[in-house]
């Protein structure tokens, strides 16, 4: 191809994104982008047309999630580039890799309030990795180059490229960065990625030492695809494992050594483990507030190995024995071999049969557990997504808005392979699964795609099943309609005397069915135990479009364990029904 091709700004950016290998992007034209959408006719890039802007941040980020590559998202001007602060905040938060195109007003006009301008870079400074206003047409092939760098590089995150008008329809010529040219642009940019020898080493020590280990996995590990070196690790050692809500699927449910979720909602025994360790082995997680609890508290006894490619996070909540920056793949793959290292050479590891007898015990005492439903009573809502998980397809991928129903799904679903669990951890999006799984389907249509929504999820983006619809791509939403903001309600009830403040839904209203067919969805209603799998069988069996389940499910119903805000991880409320036995868990 020419050096000397000359071409306009937006062919520059639309030609720059297929030269990154970008198949699809998600987003709806407006006036300062639409240079950008004639050459998008042309090319070789799927564009998926969606009912609200943050909707197509939230399916780039589906998509990121479950491929690892980076999403893309293409808006205009003003209240575009707003709607999308949502998405790129909850991706910043949860280190998913996002590059979003904005229109800008003409070079000229901007600063002087013209139609639909707004400061784009300086409002999202703060939730985005990177951001660039370019203002001029050649240096668009390089601000794309350094976005996608940038945005999948070190700890991923979102990157954003705000674009005027007259910058897209100026003349330009053609030249496509080298490497070498990309790395000299951003002297300041070189992210840590192998650990140093001397704290793996130490690391490894102290891992033989220790007789109550655990392996604490964070996002960290999905996006660094160090699954399969994290389970050598945790083999090797025998060391039990947590998954936080971010790592769900980073190691096997089903695996002797797991012991599911920690957190304000996570089960007992993982809560405890942390609480009772004498070694946290911290791998690509940031001790978030959702985990540890109020931190003074927070697993007393235990010395900590902490593993992040982000040093920042180190020393950031919880002060770390052996802090170790780098990527966590290359990191733990050290990490083995200088285990290995030492028992060839002699070193012997603490028995940590006890400690695993021990939570074997806490295992059996503390199950997952609710109340039976009363005949002719209201569904329990994990009893649906009980059925649910067993009667979904293999490989299929789960996302979740974010409430009640996001704790269930976390707690009930059984994950058994890495990128199969789509959810907005750090920011909490309430309307993130619709869209999310639209992304997720998108970026992976060979597998089944659920969404787990609640009522009030559902209505914050269900405009998104539209574009599902329209552009064929069916996914199937499981709506646990309990007529409330049930995570609202659940604090108010528990923290608040029950005084039940704005959190009611409504009732009746909407008709989740009828909604679903005015999208093109199919939709069903299930208001009875025996209803229940044959609905779930009959939307597996549809493929051809979309489809809406709504379960009326028990209204007051509440997620246990529990730790209540501000509380410390030893005062996990247990489910009623065990308090009897709550003693064993001292």
């Known amino acids: 191809m020419s050096q000397k091709e000359t071409l306009t700004g937006a062919e520059a950016l639309i030609r720059s994104l297929e030269k990154e290998q970008v198949d699809v992007m998600f987003g709806l034209p407006g006036g300062c982008i639409l240079p950008a959408y004639d050459p998008l006719l042309k090319s070789s890039i799927r564009h998926i047309l969606v009912r609200h802007e943050q909707?197509?941040?939230?399916?780039?980020?589906?998509?990121a999630h479950v491929t690892g590559r980076p999403g893309v998202a293409m808006v205009t001007s003003g209240p575009a580039a707003t709607n999308m602060v949502t998405p790129l905040c909850d991706a910043y938060m949860d280190s998913i890799p996002l590059v979003v195109i904005t229109g800008q007003v003409p070079t000229t006009a901007i600063g002087t309030d013209a139609f639909q301008e707004c400061d784009t870079v300086g409002i999202t400074r703060s939730v985005t990795k990177h951001n660039e206003l370019v203002m001029r047409a050649e240096d668009i092939p390089m601000a794309v180059r350094q976005a996608f760098h940038v945005a999948t590089t070190g700890r991923p995150g979102p990157v954003l490229i705000d674009v005027p008008k007259d910058v897209l329809q100026n003349s330009m010529t053609w030249n496509w960065p080298s490497d070498d040219e990309v790395a000299d642009s951003?002297?300041?940019?070189?992210?840590?990625?192998?650990g140093h020898p001397r704290m793996i080493k130490e690391a490894a020590k102290m891992i033989l030492a220790a007789e109550r280990p655990i392996l604490y996995l964070g996002g960290g590990v999905l996006k660094a695809r160090a699954a399969e070196i994290v389970r050598e690790l945790?083999?090797?050692?025998?060391?039990?494992?947590?998954?936080?809500?971010?790592?769900?699927?980073?190691?096997?449910?089903?695996?002797?050594?797991?012991?599911?979720?920690?957190?304000?909602?996570?089960?007992?025994t993982a809560i405890t483990a942390m609480q009772k360790s004498d070694l946290l082995i911290a791998l690509g997680s940031r001790f978030d507030d959702?985990?540890?609890?109020?931190?003074?508290?927070?697993?007393?006894e235990a010395k900590i190995i902490h593993v992040d490619i982000d040093p920042a996070e180190q020393g950031k909540v919880r002060r770390p024995d052996v802090p170790i920056v780098g990527d966590c793949r290359l990191v733990v793959e050290e990490l083995v071999k200088a285990i290995k290292d030492l028992l060839n050479g002699g070193d012997t590891?603490?028995?940590v049969g006890p400690w695993r007898s021990r939570l074997s015990g806490w295992r059996e005492q503390f199950p997952l557990s609710y109340d039976a439903m009363e005949p002719g009573g209201a569904l329990k809502p994990q009893f649906c997504l009980e059925k649910l998980r067993d009667g979904a397809p293999d490989g299929t991928i789960v996302a979740s808005g974010v409430g009640q129903h996001?704790?269930?799904?976390?707690?009930?679903?059984?994950?058994?392979?890495?990128?199969?669990?789509?959810?907005?951890?750090?920011?909490?999006?309430?309307?993130?699964?619709v869209p999310a799984a639209i992304g997720a389907k998108v970026g992976r249509p060979d597998r089944t795609v659920w969404a787990v929504d609640g009522d009030g999820c559902f209505q914050m983006t269900a405009q998104e099943l539209i574009t599902a619809t329209t552009e064929n791509i069916p996914v199937k939403i499981a709506i646990l309609n309990n007529s409330y903001l049930g995570m609202v309600r659940q604090w108010q009830e528990m923290f608040y005397g029950e005084r039940y403040s704005e959190v009611n839904l409504g009732g009746g209203v909407p008709d989740y069915v009828k909604w679903a067919e005015a999208m093109g969805c199919v939709g069903i209603r299930v208001e009875a135990e025996e209803e229940v799998e044959n609905a779930i069988d009959k939307a597996n069996?549809?493929?051809?479009?979309?489809?809406?389940?709504?379960?009326?499910?028990?209204?007051?119903?509440?997620?246990?364990?529990m730790v209540p805000a501000g509380a410390g991880n030893d005062d996990v409320l247990i489910q009623p029904s065990q308090n009897s036995r709550r003693e064993f868990l001292r």
């Open 55 to 63: 909707g197509a941040g939230h399916m780039a980020e589906g998509y």
């Open 186 to 194: 951003l002297p300041g940019y070189k992210p840590t990625t192998k």
């Open 234 to 268: 945790a083999e090797l050692t025998q060391i039990p494992v947590v998954t936080t809500l971010m790592a769900r699927g980073a190691f096997p449910d089903d695996h002797p050594l797991c012991l599911g979720m920690p957190g304000m909602h996570g089960n007992a």
């Open 290 to 300: 959702r985990v540890t609890g109020k931190v003074s508290g927070f697993a007393q």
């Open 349 to 351: 590891q603490a028995d």
């Open 406 to 433: 996001q704790m269930w799904t976390s707690q009930y679903w059984n994950f058994t392979e890495p990128y199969t669990w789509v959810n907005s951890g750090g920011l909490g999006t309430m309307g993130f699964a």
């Open 541 to 561: 069996s549809i493929n051809d479009r979309s489809v809406v389940v709504e379960f009326r499910v028990e209204q007051f119903e509440k997620v246990f364990p």
